[in-house]
C-alpha cells in the first residue's frame, strides 16, 4: 500500500495496481488497511483531478484512521484540504490544513508539519489574512534554520510565499 501511494506521489501509475485498488473488498482488511486503501484511492483522485473521488475516498480515509495510523491521515487530510483549495473553498481548505498541521505537530512528523505548514500559510494569504500567514512562515523558518535544515524543500517555498505577501502588502 505504502508502494502504491508512493508511486502515486510521483505520477507514476500503475494501471493494474490501480484497478486492484479499486476492486478490493474490504471484508480482508483491518479499518487501518482500509483506510490506507482510502487514502490511495483518494491520491489518484488527486492525480485524475476528480473532486467527488477525492472527497469520498479522503473522508472515508480520515475517518478509519482516526489516530491509528497518523501519517497516512494526514496524508489523507492534506489531499482533502488541497481539494478544497484548488475549487476555491478556502475556508474548507483552511479548516483541514490547520487540522493536518496540528496532528503533524503533534505527532512529530516533520514532513507532513512543513507541508501542510507550507499550505495553511498559502491559504491565509489568498484568503488575505497576510500577517498570520507572514508568522506562520518565520516560526516555520525560524525552526529549519534552528535545525539546520537549510536545504528542505519547503525553505524555498515558506521563503517565496513571505514574498508573495510582502508584495500584496504593497497592493492594498
Same mark, same amino acid.
Not at 62 to 89: D, F, H, K, M
Given at each position: 500500500?505504502?508502494?502504491?501511494?508512493?508511486?502515486?506521489?510521483?505520477?507514476?501509475?500503475?494501471?493494474?495496481?490501480?484497478?486492484?485498488?479499486?476492486?478490493?473488498?474490504?471484508?480482508?482488511?483491518?479499518?487501518?488497511?482500509?483506510?490506507?486503501?482510502?487514502?490511495?484511492?483518494?491520491?489518484?483522485?488527486?492525480?485524475?483531478?476528480?473532486?467527488?473521488?477525492?472527497?469520498?475516498?479522503?473522508?472515508?480515509?480520515?475517518?478509519?484512521?482516526?489516530?491509528?495510523?497518523?501519517?497516512?491521515?494526514?496524508?489523507?487530510?492534506?489531499? #482533502? &484540504?488541497? %481539494?478544497?483549495?484548488?475549487? =476555491?473553498?478556502?475556508? *474548507? /481548505?483552511?479548516?483541514?490544513?490547520?487540522?493536518?498541521? @496540528? $496532528?503533524?505537530?503533534?505527532?512529530?512528523?516533520?514532513?507532513?508539519?512543513?507541508?501542510?505548514?507550507?499550505? #495553511? &500559510?498559502? %491559504?491565509?494569504?489568498?484568503? =488575505?489574512?497576510?500577517? *498570520? /500567514?507572514?508568522?506562520?512562515?518565520?516560526?516555520?523558518? @525560524? $525552526?529549519?534554520?534552528?535545525?539546520?535544515?537549510?536545504?528542505?524543500?519547503?525553505?524555498?517555498?515558506?521563503?517565496?510565499?513571505?514574498?508573495?505577501?510582502?508584495?500584496?502588502?504593497?497592493?492594498?
Amino acid at each position: 500500500l505504502f508502494w502504491a501511494l508512493l508511486r502515486m506521489d510521483y505520477g507514476k501509475i500503475d494501471t493494474e495496481l490501480v484497478k486492484t485498488i479499486f476492486t478490493e473488498s474490504d471484508k480482508n482488511f483491518s479499518s487501518k488497511e482500509l483506510g490506507m486503501l482510502e487514502t490511495i484511492k483518494a491520491s489518484y483522485g488527486n492525480i485524475i483531478q476528480k473532486s467527488e473521488i477525492i472527497e469520498k475516498h479522503a473522508s472515508s480515509a480520515i475517518e478509519l484512521l482516526s489516530r491509528s495510523n497518523p501519517v497516512w491521515q494526514n496524508n489523507a487530510i492534506c489531499v #482533502l &484540504a488541497r %481539494t478544497y483549495y484548488l475549487s =476555491g473553498n478556502l475556508l *474548507e /481548505a483552511e479548516k483541514y490544513f490547520r487540522l493536518a498541521y @496540528r $496532528e503533524s505537530v503533534l505527532n512529530r512528523n516533520k514532513n507532513i508539519d512543513y507541508q501542510a505548514a507550507f499550505h #495553511l &500559510a498559502d %491559504t491565509l494569504r489568498s484568503q =488575505g489574512k497576510f500577517k *498570520e /500567514a507572514k508568522t506562520l512562515c518565520q516560526e516555520k523558518l @525560524r $525552526e529549519i534554520e534552528s535545525c539546520g535544515l537549510y536545504k528542505l524543500l519547503y525553505t524555498g517555498s515558506f521563503y517565496a510565499l513571505m514574498g508573495e505577501i510582502a508584495v500584496s502588502y504593497t497592493h492594498l
